[in-house]
């Protein structure tokens, strides 16, 4: 966690070094490349320090501590659930704790649903008990269960070719692992495409690129006009099974049982705390993560890892005594793994002073070590952030990637706002506990965040505002 918490510190640290001028188009003549570079390289003595502080010092191993603490004391934190809000009121008081700004919750209406019992059992050709997942928002089955007979398919193609076959079927999704990104749009989509066609329950296989007989969970989504549908996920080896019974011309039943529940909308909170900027306080740079989880697991790498990330950011800026000229926003998201619920009403209630938001940070990548930053932006500025991840030669982590992107970041991106995003392995949506320091390297990969973000801030800050806000990207 030291390797993105450096990261972390590292961009919003040089907020404290600016000189609080906004460059403009105008004005970009007046600085050369040459001339940025050098002002990078000259933040290596503080970078120094917050390395010596995270790995050497009194903040050795502390978020990784304050992590583990939070997960085996509430463990998973589901949208709607007591365990979620207990975790949020001791976030609120750890923030005021560790003496952050401003520290407050703002309300918000979340979804609540719970998954129940669940179990799904192939009958014939033989009988198999099967692991499943089902799927957030899903509606269960009758206390009978659905025993049907199942159609395997490949992709949206391929069912709709065989439409006529699914009438009356459970349908299961069997389609190859491409990337998370457009793999993913099975597991939201695959209940409704089945229900169009007459399908009586859909199970996919999980989205991803290796199973130990895990299944995934995850959010689904229903369309208007279209009957809903109980919905999970199976693991990659059933679906690869079924696929090869298919072929032989095997008929396959399947009895599926689901427990699941949708209640009403739940109250909860964005948890915010601030080190509050001493010169341009109105002037924000958001640092984020999710405290929220699904039901299996300790809610560790998705994404308590990327909470702890972001506040450990701020406790090393206090820290090392630094006060930045612009206000530096802690923002702890609720109801993040529902499709970014918390996220957006934050957007609704901030977003008319977007000229004010500099730069949008998130970490929903787990707590393995990073392998770089992505980045969205122009051309000109990325290549000022490759120059300041150069930074990191001494841990061997300088790669910038494009699209950075995130669920809850994402609003603010497509406004203008530029954003950073961690790249790294994940394991989510499973029933995956906190990994070991030494697997999970969660105090290495935080310092590449604060490492970074003591550069990176300020540079976004005075030259990469964006021509939304009337200021342009740098070039």
Request: aromatic share 8%; glycine share 8%; charged share 20%.
């Given at each position: 966690m030291k390797f993105l918490l450096l990261t972390f510190v590292g961009v919003v640290h040089l907020l404290s070094l600016s000189s609080g001028k906004t460059i403009y188009k105008n004005d970009i003549s007046q600085r050369t490349f040459q001339e940025i570079k050098e002002e990078i390289a000259s933040y290596g003595d503080v970078a120094k320090a917050i390395i010596n502080l995270a790995v050497y010092g009194k903040a050795q191993n502390r978020?990784?501590?304050?992590?583990?603490?939070?997960?085996?004391?509430?463990?998973?934190?589901?949208?709607?659930?007591?365990?979620?809000?207990?975790?949020?009121?001791?976030?609120?008081?750890?923030?005021?704790?560790?003496?952050?700004?401003?520290?407050?919750?703002?309300?918000?209406?979340i979804p609540h649903w719970e998954r129940g019992e669940e179990s799904a059992v192939m009958?014939?050709?033989?009988?198999?008990?099967?692991?499943?997942?089902?799927?957030?928002?899903?509606?269960?089955?009758?206390?009978?269960?659905?025993?049907?007979?199942?159609?395997?398919?490949?992709?949206?193609?391929?069912?709709?070719?065989?439409?006529?076959?699914?009438r009356g079927k459970i349908v299961v999704y069997n389609q190859p692992y491409v990337n998370y990104s457009k793999t993913v749009q099975y597991r939201v989509q695959g209940s409704v495409e089945a229900a169009k066609v007459g399908a009586v329950a859909s199970l996919i296989r999980s989205v991803a690129s290796f199973s130990i007989y895990s299944p995934h969970t995850g959010i689904q989504e229903y369309q208007d006009g279209v009957p809903k549908i109980p919905t999970a996920c199976i693991t990659v080896e059933d679906a690869e099974m079924m696929s090869r019974m298919a072929s032989r011309g095997n008929r396959i039943v399947i009895q599926l049982k689901m427990g699941a529940k949708n209640y009403p909308d739940a109250d909860s909170f964005n948890t915010v705390g601030e080190i509050i900027g001493s010169k341009y306080p109105e002037q924000v740079v958001l640092v984020s993560g999710h405290l929220d989880s699904w039901d299996v697991g300790q809610g560790a790498m998705d994404d308590g890892g990327g909470a702890f990330i972001s506040w450990e950011a701020l406790s090393l800026i206090k820290d090392l005594g630094l006060r930045p000229k612009r206000t530096l926003r802690l923002v702890l998201w609720t109801a993040e793994e529902q499709g970014g619920i918390g996220a957006f009403q934050y957007y609704q209630l901030h977003k008319a002073n977007i000229s004010n938001y500099s730069l949008v940070m998130e970490s929903d990548l787990g707590t393995f070590l990073p392998s770089g930053l992505q980045f969205t932006g122009s051309e000109k500025a990325r290549t000022i952030v490759e120059e300041v991840m150069s930074l990191l030669q001494p841990v061997n982590i300088t790669q910038v990637f494009r699209a950075g992107e995130g669920t809850d970041i994402n609003f603010w991106i497509q406004a203008g706002v530029p954003g950073l995003w961690l790249k790294a392995r994940i394991i989510h949506h499973m029933p995956v506990l906190l990994v070991l320091p030494s697997e999970a390297k969660v105090e290495e990969a935080s310092l590449i965040f604060c490492s970074v973000s003591q550069v990176v801030c300020r540079l976004f800050v005075t030259t990469c505002l964006t021509q939304n806000h009337g200021h342009t990207y740098f070039g």
């Amino acid at each position: 966690m030291k390797f993105l918490l450096l990261t972390f510190v590292g961009v919003v640290h040089l907020l404290s070094l600016s000189s609080g001028k906004t460059i403009y188009k105008n004005d970009i003549s007046q600085r050369t490349f040459q001339e940025i570079k050098e002002e990078i390289a000259s933040y290596g003595d503080v970078a120094k320090a917050i390395i010596n502080l995270a790995v050497y010092g009194k903040a050795q191993n502390r978020s990784y501590e304050r992590l583990a603490l939070l997960v085996d004391t509430v463990g998973p934190r589901p949208s709607g659930s007591k365990s979620l809000e207990k975790a949020i009121q001791i976030m609120h008081q750890n923030l005021q704790e560790d003496g952050l700004e401003n520290v407050h919750l703002e309300p918000v209406k979340i979804p609540h649903w719970e998954r129940g019992e669940e179990s799904a059992v192939m009958l014939e050709p033989r009988i198999h008990k099967m692991a499943i997942l089902g799927l957030g928002s899903s509606i269960g089955t009758p206390p009978e269960g659905i025993t049907a007979e199942v159609l395997v398919v490949t992709s949206f193609e391929e069912l709709q070719r065989r439409a006529p076959e699914a009438r009356g079927k459970i349908v299961v999704y069997n389609q190859p692992y491409v990337n998370y990104s457009k793999t993913v749009q099975y597991r939201v989509q695959g209940s409704v495409e089945a229900a169009k066609v007459g399908a009586v329950a859909s199970l996919i296989r999980s989205v991803a690129s290796f199973s130990i007989y895990s299944p995934h969970t995850g959010i689904q989504e229903y369309q208007d006009g279209v009957p809903k549908i109980p919905t999970a996920c199976i693991t990659v080896e059933d679906a690869e099974m079924m696929s090869r019974m298919a072929s032989r011309g095997n008929r396959i039943v399947i009895q599926l049982k689901m427990g699941a529940k949708n209640y009403p909308d739940a109250d909860s909170f964005n948890t915010v705390g601030e080190i509050i900027g001493s010169k341009y306080p109105e002037q924000v740079v958001l640092v984020s993560g999710h405290l929220d989880s699904w039901d299996v697991g300790q809610g560790a790498m998705d994404d308590g890892g990327g909470a702890f990330i972001s506040w450990e950011a701020l406790s090393l800026i206090k820290d090392l005594g630094l006060r930045p000229k612009r206000t530096l926003r802690l923002v702890l998201w609720t109801a993040e793994e529902q499709g970014g619920i918390g996220a957006f009403q934050y957007y609704q209630l901030h977003k008319a002073n977007i000229s004010n938001y500099s730069l949008v940070m998130e970490s929903d990548l787990g707590t393995f070590l990073p392998s770089g930053l992505q980045f969205t932006g122009s051309e000109k500025a990325r290549t000022i952030v490759e120059e300041v991840m150069s930074l990191l030669q001494p841990v061997n982590i300088t790669q910038v990637f494009r699209a950075g992107e995130g669920t809850d970041i994402n609003f603010w991106i497509q406004a203008g706002v530029p954003g950073l995003w961690l790249k790294a392995r994940i394991i989510h949506h499973m029933p995956v506990l906190l990994v070991l320091p030494s697997e999970a390297k969660v105090e290495e990969a935080s310092l590449i965040f604060c490492s970074v973000s003591q550069v990176v801030c300020r540079l976004f800050v005075t030259t990469c505002l964006t021509q939304n806000h009337g200021h342009t990207y740098f070039g």
